[in-house]
């Protein structure tokens, strides 16, 4: 499965459903957790699914070697349409550094490949995002989001759709929506506790 990013720490990870808010188009949400290691805290990622979507984690993502997938009807295995979740320990000094990276390889990968840069804006995080349009007919749309220096972690979302989708527009929408409505949380509970979500 082509992925922009394939950089995982070693993670726990749990699935927890709880109460949203209705009126923005998402529905149920997950909390993606990671465990401390070394000079990273533990972590925790809150993902609003659009309604009718399932989050999953901890099967066809651990499958995949990604933290999380949220994906609508059956599961296929292919990445057409389904939302990833990355996160690894930062390594690079920017986030710009980052995008940078991931843009460079897209395009050592297929040189004709068209790389714009789009708009989404999450309230709670510094995010920057690419969108890809590969001569293989596959787009893909990457963003990379910040939670800070001291969470030790920077992570990602990206979707794939192939080139004239039908769907792709209403779909782009709802995966701007699931980056915008995702938190960063510092996991200080104990491993059986669950913490708090904050809302949007």
């Not at 991931?102 to 690419?130: G, N």
């Not at 039908?166 to 938190?183: E, G, H, I, T």
Request: hydrophobic share 45%; charged share 25%; aromatic share 8%.
């Amino acid at each position: 499965m082509r992925r922009r990013i394939i950089r995982i720490a070693l993670v726990l990870l749990a699935l927890v459903g709880f109460s949203v808010r209705a009126g923005d188009g998402l529905g149920n949400t997950a909390i993606i957790r990671g465990k401390p290691d070394g000079h990273i805290p533990g972590w925790a990622i809150v993902a609003r699914a659009p309604k009718g979507w399932t989050v999953d984690c901890c099967i066809y993502a651990e499958a995949i070697g990604v933290n999380a997938v949220l994906y609508r009807g059956e599961w296929t295995g292919k990445p057409q349409r389904v939302m990833v979740l990355n996160v690894w320990p930062r390594k690079l000094p920017t986030l710009a550094a980052e995008v940078q990276a991931d843009r460079k390889h897209y395009r050592q990968a297929d040189p004709a490949a068209k790389v714009t840069a789009i708009v989404v804006h999450d309230p709670a995080m510094r995010c920057a995002a690419t969108a890809y349009r590969g001569t293989d007919h596959v787009d893909d749309a990457v963003v990379f989001c910040d939670p800070g220096r001291s969470s030790g972690i920077r992570l990602s979302w990206s979707v794939s759709f192939d080139d004239g989708d039908p769907m792709q527009p209403a779909l782009l929408d709802d995966f701007k929506r699931v980056v915008a409505a995702s938190r960063y949380m510092r996991e200080v509970a104990s491993p059986t506790a669950t913490p708090p979500a904050r809302g949007k």
